[in-house]
């Protein structure tokens, strides 16, 4: 085939101008398919790198071909030299090094390498050599450090984006730079970027036709500059997550072309009325989440026609939702959730026909759950969790469901069977406080997507369906714990199987925990508390890889435990719970040498333990300074060893000190005699201690007196002698600590014990402590039964330093959300407290 005329030609460029298809063999200097070449050769293609991304574009690039033809390579088409690359989304794995030879295609203008994985690979100073960029987007790839002061040599750059990777930080003398000296730039995305010491007013040089600024989760603090707010051209602003910032949201004179806002969790006022309403008018995206909304008016929203994205969850939104939303026809995504809505759900939320995602979460809704819910057309994730709706779910009709999770609502009646027909259900909680009732129907393992399903806090009984063990690979999170379930575990726990959390804690399982569990390899968390279980120590449990929490207390579990028959045993246990069973024997010391994640404190690696892809946030039961507590959130930095209540004989074992990063150890009630070890005094972690009703003589080792963090200590009903250590820490203790012994004196068991009186209403004022080190934001729970009297002295740790309160704040917390939400003792549990907070 020959080639067409030159006008033809120009005229085919014209048409593939967006494809670089032209057909010319020798367009492409022979040196830039050899760069292209090396530099597809440095990376692998990984699918793991990214779950989304299932084309890799290198692999059309092939010696001998014209890599103007290449996928995602663009070229001059006068001059044949290659301008642009879009390597997006293309699996490359690998790290990016200065020497590759990428950047030796210096006529580049467009650069796309998002969403692969550079492996932590540092950004190049090189890239500031590309004197014609226009476009740099390096987007969520994985690359960290310092980004390179030269990226501020790219002065012809309009889009700069390097966003989403592993928190890298630019200095501010370079984000100086970057705002001064890149005059054309109009979109600039540092999402993620580490820019905290940055002062905000520097963004004031920005050019006055910028049109795109993210800089959301930076840890920017200080006042915003107003005029940002006032770019004439401005399309998108977010700000979001940065807690630090403050300043104040315009109400007039703002981009009539604003069509993405986005002030979450920050700490910028807004005004909603009227006047700002009116200037939004082309808003499309709206994400206010714990925003310092000033008015709080849901009405004037009626109307931004335009919106389809609105998140207003976690402000101070009161009384029903006006009837007027419904003019948001186009809205796709919504977000009310935790605020206090009232009344029923609107049936005008009915020709929201384009909602795909509802979150009504944490309000007050009452009513019935309305079924034009289930027959939204495009509804898909359903969250309304945490109400006083009175379930009608039978109507269920729909069937594109991913998400639905109806918990903490008055549900009752049987699991509806439409349920079992939601073919797409990935995630299925209903969880309750009111009771379904019956028995699970095997019909739920027809629900092969199904990742989460969390049927806990009911009234179900029968047995466990035996499918559930071996039903499709995606179940990662099964809690059916708190219902009446009758039968054995199931036993046919199969191999593919990828199952994260196993709940079945509160109910009336018997005989013994199956062999096949071991199948579960990615076990994480494991809780068969409060059942009837009859066997001896599980060893088989000590294989598994992951497993970071076991919790078997309260059964009927007997024998010796002997620790330790595999190699690396437990070695990622962070908690665990034997207490109230029969164990006898000496205290398991060779599990002491080997549970490895109790001995390495990692606070710099705070995280929830949740699943990532679906937000679902692990809970288990413990004990936790003497309450009993359902955790609902469970941060990665907790170690609890429990083995109380048994039957324990025996010393304590010196390497007891090894286990350093333990914050709560309970060795009560056993029969364990000898000295208190003074290696005891290593443990430095320690929040609280109870060696309570035991047979230990001998003095109390003055090193205990070194555990500054001690806010919780019971020595009492033993037979120890001699001085009580003094000591501000030992001073904070009362007599109710040491009580019951032979012979110790000091001046603590002088003191009274300040109160008999049982938890009331909370005072109008105490002193505020505060957990949320140790749980993080937001530290959700329940409280069980109240261990709380005058054997236990609280006091809670703030930032490491104790507060000698005398109750906790968190306490009080839980009583007055147990009468804000209304929640109710439930006749099983009498004395358990329903709240649960998010
Ligand atoms: C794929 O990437 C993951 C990390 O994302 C890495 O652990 C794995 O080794 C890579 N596999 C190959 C074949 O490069
Ligand atoms: C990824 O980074 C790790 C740690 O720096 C390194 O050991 C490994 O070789 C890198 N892998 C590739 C493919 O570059
Ligand atoms: C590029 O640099 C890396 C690390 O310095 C080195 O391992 C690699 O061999 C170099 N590649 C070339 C082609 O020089
Ligand atoms: C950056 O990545 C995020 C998340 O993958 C994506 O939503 C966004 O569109 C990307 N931005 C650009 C400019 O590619
Ligand atoms: C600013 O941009 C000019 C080109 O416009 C460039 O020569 C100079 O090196 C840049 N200065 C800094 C400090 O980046
Ligand atoms: C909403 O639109 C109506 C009709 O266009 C108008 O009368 C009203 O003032 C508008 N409200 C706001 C808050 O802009
Ligand atoms: C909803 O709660 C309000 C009080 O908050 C009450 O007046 C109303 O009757 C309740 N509606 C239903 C259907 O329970
Ligand atoms: C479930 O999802 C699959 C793929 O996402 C789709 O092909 C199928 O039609 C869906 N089924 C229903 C009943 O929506
Ligand atoms: C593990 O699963 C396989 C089937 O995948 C089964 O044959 C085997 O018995 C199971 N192992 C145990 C210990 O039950
Ligand atoms: C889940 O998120 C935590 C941090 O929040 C992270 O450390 C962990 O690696 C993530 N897990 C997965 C499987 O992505
Ligand atoms: C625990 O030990 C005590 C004393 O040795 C004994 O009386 C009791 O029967 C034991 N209990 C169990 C359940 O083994
Ligand atoms: C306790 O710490 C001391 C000093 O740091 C050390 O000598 C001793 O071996 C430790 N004991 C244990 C049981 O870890």
């Avoid at 390579?73 to 690998?94: F, H, I, N, P």
């Avoid at 606070?603 to 300074?625: A, F, L, Q």
């Amino acid at each position: 085939m020959g080639f067409p005329p030159i006008s033809s030609l120009s005229f085919i460029l014209f048409l593939f101008h967006f494809h670089s298809t032209i057909s010319s063999s020798h367009f492409c200097a022979p040196h830039q398919s050899l760069s292209l070449l090396q530099f597809k050769e440095s990376f692998s293609i990984n699918s793991s790198a990214s779950v989304r991304c299932q084309h890799p574009k290198t692999e059309s690039w092939k010696e001998g071909t014209d890599c103007c033809l290449w996928d995602g390579v663009t070229c001059d088409m006068k001059t044949g030299q290659v301008t642009g690359l879009d390597l997006a989304c293309s699996m490359l794995y690998g790290t990016l090094h200065s020497n590759s030879t990428l950047f030796s295609l210096h006529h580049l203008q467009k650069l796309d390498l998002s969403d692969n994985d550079f492996n932590s690979s540092h950004i190049s100073s090189r890239f500031g050599q590309f004197s014609n960029m226009i476009l740099l987007n390096l987007n969520f790839s994985v690359f960290t450090g310092q980004v390179p002061s030269e990226i501020s040599h790219l002065s012809k750059l309009v889009s700069l984006d390097l966003s989403r990777n592993y928190y890298p930080s630019l200095e501010p003398i370079s984000f100086d730079k970057i705002v001064r000296n890149l005059t054309n730039l109009r979109e600039l995305d540092l999402s993620w970027v580490n820019i905290s010491l940055v002062v905000p007013s520097s963004l004031t040089n920005l050019s006055s036709s910028f049109s795109s600024l993210s800089l959301s989760r930076c840890g920017l603090q200080g006042k915003f500059p107003g005029n940002i707010f006032l770019l004439p051209n401005l399309e998108s602003l977010d700000l979001s997550y940065n807690e630090g910032l403050i300043g104040s949201f315009p109400s007039s004179n703002l981009s009539n072309v604003l069509f993405h806002l986005g002030l979450s969790n920050t700490r910028i006022s807004v005004y909603l009325e009227n006047d700002l309403i009116s200037t939004l008018k082309s808003l499309e995206y709206l994400s206010l989440r714990n925003s310092n909304i000033i008015k709080s008016d849901l009405s004037l929203l009626d109307n931004l026609t335009q919106l389809t994205f609105l998140d207003l969850s976690s402000n101070n939104f009161s009384g029903q939702i006006p009837s007027s939303l419904g003019s948001l026809i186009n809205l796709s995504y919504l977000n009310l959730s935790n605020n206090q809505l009232v009344g029923p759900i609107h049936s005008q939320l009915n020709i929201f026909s384009n909602l795909k995602y509802i979150y009504l979460s944490n309000n007050l809704f009452n009513g019935t759950i309305p079924s034009f819910l289930f027959a939204l057309p495009s509804l898909q994730y359903l969250d309304l969790h945490n109400n006083n709706l009175i379930s009608n779910i039978s109507e269920l009709q729909h069937n594109s469901l991913r998400y639905l999770d109806l918990s903490n609502n008055h549900l009752h009646g049987s699991i509806p069977s439409s349920i079992f027909k939601q073919e797409n259900l990935t995630t299925l909680i209903l969880a309750s406080n009111s009771k379904l009732t019956g028995e699970i129907s095997s019909s739920i393992c027809k629900l092969r997507f199904l990742r989460v399903l969390d049927l806990s806090n009911n009234s179900l009984n029968g047995s466990t369906p035996l499918c559930l063990g071996n039903f499709g690979n995606m179940l990662s999170v099964l809690h059916l714990g708190m219902n009446k379930l009758q039968g054995t575990i199931p036993s046919t726990f199969s191999k593919d199987n990828i199952l994260e959390y196993l709940n079945l804690n509160g109910n009336e399982l018997e005989g013994k925990i199956p062999l096949s569990i071991i199948n579960c390899t990615m076990l994480e968390v494991i809780d068969l508390g409060n059942n009837k279980i009859e066997d001896t120590f599980p060893y088989f449990l000590e294989t598994l890889p992951q497993l970071q929490i076991l919790v078997l207390k309260s059964n009927k579990l007997q024998g010796f435990v002997k620790g330790s028959t595999a190699y690396n045993s437990f070695s990622k246990l962070r908690i665990f719970d034997i207490s109230h069973n029969n164990f006898s024997g000496p205290l398991p010391i060779r599990y002491f040498n080997s549970l490895e994640a109790m001995m390495t404190s990692d606070h710099n690696m705070v995280y929830m333990m949740e699943k990532n892809y679906t937000g679902y946030v692990y809970s288990i039961e413990m004990t936790w300074k003497g309450v009993e507590i359902e955790f609902t959130k469970i941060q990665s930095t907790i170690r609890v060893l429990d083995l109380s209540n048994n039957n324990f004989t025996g010393e304590i074992p010196k390497v007891i000190g090894k286990l350093k990063a333990l914050q709560q150890l309970n060795l009560s009630h056993n029969y364990l005699a000898g000295h208190i070890q003074s290696s005891l005094g290593n443990l430095t972690n320690l929040e609280s201690l109870d060696l309570s009703s035991n047979l230990l003589t001998g003095r109390i080792p003055t090193q205990l007196g070194d555990l500054t963090f001690l806010a919780i200590l019971n020595l009492s009903h033993n037979q120890l002698e001699g001085p009580i250590p003094s000591g501000e820490q030992f001073n904070t203790f009362d007599a109710s600590s040491f009580e019951g012994n032979l012979g110790l004196f000091g001046s603590q068991v002088l003191k009274k014990c300040y109160s008999d009186e049982a938890p009331s209403l909370p005072p109008s004022s105490f002193d505020e402590g505060d957990d949320s080190t140790l749980f993080g934001e937001g530290f959700g729970w329940k409280a069980v039964t109240m261990g709380y009297g005058c054997g236990f002295v609280f006091g809670v740790a703030t930032g490491y330093v104790v507060l000698r309160t005398k109750k906790p704040s968190w306490f009080f917390r839980m009583v007055e959300d147990k009468w804000n939400l209304q929640s109710k003792k439930t006749k099983k549990n009498a004395g358990r407290y329903g709240a649960r907070r998010n």
